[in-house]
């Protein structure tokens, strides 16, 4: 009963923080019909901005950490960033009127990692000074590639049955065809002729392009979107150079104030996309609600026993957390497209900015918080 009135209380205070008051600010002025709009090369600055502080930040900690004891939660971050699209994959395209490439590029937003959120948890753990290792950044890709990649090959493995399928159909009908046609009336050619030179059927040829897919590609399309490089640089930056004075002095001050200029920016996105989200099935927004606190608690779980194991302190347990529960809004938009371009982006763009980031945000970070100082008895 403790623990739930001291959870409340937290949400609610939470709900004033600047973090998640001006993402509420954002979906009240974009309800009333306001015409606040902020450009999107400043969105991208901000963005871009946020994620080379908590870059810096890292590298500079991965410089004196224990490399012994990152592996474990790297391997914990993979498993999640994967299990989280195989969860989407057997539940939500199991869902009435979920198109299946819809659904498995829904899970894979939501398998991926949010930059928002992610710098979003991080200020609210240093407002509360809850210690967290500040090499866990470097955790970020460990697990969204992996899942936009999953995400990818299972659409792809998908498609081509599907094909491989239609074109076993056709080719049926097309010999029950042949068989109703006279001998002698009109030539038609021998099976061994259909095949042409190669001795395949051309369902076969068609049907095998998709298992050529090459994994390499998705990778290097993930490290080159805006996010992930900016955060891999700002960890290289931090690990290989000696940046604390224009740390200290440019990106730390203005980190809050931008962070909240997000907030705003995506408060209004995610009312804009709510009517993208009315246009396909209710069970989106289910998942989109459901599934950040499934995955959070996934990840706080492995996130416990890496605590117990190797001493993870339980603010990055915290942080590895609100990355499971956070669904891509930067690099995993694009990516999904180019990778999955038969999916319907309003389905999860819709659930991830509309459902998902505020779920993420103002539910999932308090929540496991409140958790974490529970079990560390603060």
């Not at 600047?18 to 400043?42: E, K, Q």
């Not at 753990?125 to 697990?143: N, T, V």
């Not at 030179?197 to 290097?220: A, L, N």
Request: proline fraction near 5%.
């Amino acid at each position: 009963m403790d623990f739930l009135s001291d959870f409340l209380m937290r949400f609610l205070a939470q709900l004033q923080s600047p973090t998640l008051g001006f993402l509420i600010g954002g979906l009240v002025a974009a309800a009333l019909g306001s015409r606040l709009a902020i450009p999107d090369p400043v969105y991208k600055f901000i963005v871009f901005m946020l994620l080379i502080k908590v870059g810096l930040t890292g590298g500079q900690e991965i410089r004196d950490a224990n490399l012994v004891e990152m592996l474990l939660p790297a391997l914990f971050a993979v498993v999640i960033g994967i299990l989280a699209v195989f969860i989407g994959r057997y539940t939500l395209c199991k869902l009435p009127n979920v198109k299946t490439e819809d659904g498995i590029a829904t899970a894979g937003l939501f398998g991926a990692v949010s930059g928002s959120t992610f710098a979003a948890a991080l200020t609210l753990l240093e407002a509360q000074d809850i210690p967290y290792e500040g090499w866990s950044a470097a955790l970020y890709p460990f697990m969204d590639i992996p899942a936009l990649v999953t995400a990818i090959v299972l659409a792809s493995i998908y498609t081509s049955k599907k094909r491989s399928n239609a074109d076993e159909n056709l080719s049926k009908q097309e010999y029950l065809s042949e068989q109703r046609v006279t001998a002698g009336a009109i030539a038609v050619e021998s099976p061994r002729e259909q095949r042409g030179s190669t001795g395949e059927s051309p369902r076969k040829q068609r049907g095998s392009t998709g298992k050529r897919d090459k994994i390499w590609p998705i990778v290097k399309e993930s490290l080159q979107g805006s996010a992930l490089s900016a955060l891999l640089l700002g960890l290289a930056l931090g690990l290989l150079t000696q940046p604390e004075s224009v740390y200290e002095s440019f990106f730390e001050p203005l980190f809050r104030g931008l962070l909240s200029i997000l907030m705003l920016i995506m408060g209004m996105e995610a009312w804009a996309r709510l009517g993208e989200l009315r246009k396909v099935a209710q069970w989106y927004a289910v998942y989109a609600f459901v599934a950040p606190l499934l995955h959070g608690f996934m990840a706080f779980g492995l996130g416990m026993i890496a605590h117990y194991a190797t001493g993870f302190s339980l603010g990055g347990v915290v942080v590895m957390a609100v990355m499971a529960s956070s669904s891509s809004d930067i690099s995993g938009p694009p990516t999904l497209r180019a990778g999955i371009p038969s999916a319907n982006p309003s389905a999860y763009i819709g659930s991830s900015t509309a459902v998902g980031t505020p779920v993420a945000i103002a539910l999932g970070i308090p929540l496991y918080i409140g958790l974490a100082q529970a079990l560390g008895g603060g």
